[in-house]
T-cell receptor, first 114, second 115 residues
Framework: AQSVTQLGSHVSVSEGALVLLRCNYS??????LFWYVQYPNQGLQLLLK??????LVKGINGFEAEFKKSETSFHLTKPSAHMSDAAEYFC????????????FGQGTTLQVKP | EPEVTQTPSHQVTQMGQEVILRCVPI?????FYWYRQILGQKVEFLVS????????KSEIFDDQFSVERPDGSNFTLKIRSTKLEDSAMYFC?????????????FGNGTRLTVT
């Protein structure tokens, strides 16, 4: 069965600093991995996804993530944090079945300090 | 850009009452989902729906829950007799072809409070 673990429920960075949000997954089959962002009072918005091919994937708003099979990780990074990046971030893995469902991590709240 | 819309944004109900949460998925999408997030916990899968039938459901989705696509545009989640532990944010999502081909698009959620 698939599962996702996000290390750190809260991460705080200064504006302009590197953002690193950690995600480790467990999957019995080659995983499809996703990062979603949730701004206050809004739904989940797709940031980026990894399916196959290039292991470094770029998403919206300057975020990127690297799939590392040997480490079973899919960490999310952004070189320079902006105040507008403050939100909750969810890592997810696609279930191995054919229903298309996602299995989410517990989420990481990113705080950006001025 | 098309989006998934959910109504109401907040629903308060008394324990034992029935509630219906409504969703309008993106019009050309074929796969529909309900997820929920209890405060402080993970986003949990409830049910997936395709071709007018449930394709998968979780252990959470017991006999108190049902889904329906009554008119080709709406997708509803009904909780027959609400319990305190049903209090959560409920998210509807839709997908054109499943996550392998296209991502899930989520609505803004309905916050259900059971008192």
């Amino acid at each position: 069965a698939q599962s996702v673990t996000q290390l750190g429920s809260h991460v705080s960075v200064s504006e302009g600093a590197l953002v690193l949000l950690r995600c480790n997954y467990s999957s019995s089959v080659p995983p499809y991995l996703f990062w979603y962002v949730q701004y206050p009072n809004q739904g989940l918005q797709l940031l980026l996804k990894y399916t196959t091919g290039a292991t470094l994937v770029k998403g919206i708003n300057g975020f990127e993530a690297e799939f590392k099979k040997s480490e079973t990780s899919f960490h999310l990074t952004k070189p320079s944090a902006h105040m507008s990046d403050a939100a909750e971030y969810f890592c997810a893995v696609s279930d191995a079945g054919n229903t298309g469902k996602l299995i989410f991590g517990q989420g990481t709240t990113l705080q950006v300090k001025p | 850009e098309p989006e998934v819309t959910q109504t109401p944004s907040h629903q308060v109900t008394q324990m034992g009452q029935e509630v219906i949460l409504r969703c309008v998925p993106i019009s050309n999408h074929l796969y529909f989902y309900w997820y929920r997030q209890i405060l402080g916990q993970k986003v949990e899968f409830l049910v997936s729906f395709y071709n007018n039938e449930i394709s998968e459901k979780s252990e959470i989705f017991d006999d108190q829950f049902s889904v329906e696509r009554p008119d080709g545009s709406n997708f509803t989640l009904k909780i027959r007799s609400t319990k305190l532990e049903d209090s959560a944010m409920y998210f509807c999502a839709s997908s054109e072809g499943g996550t392998y081909n296209s991502p899930l698009h989520f609505g803004n959620g309905t916050r259900l409070t059971v008192t």
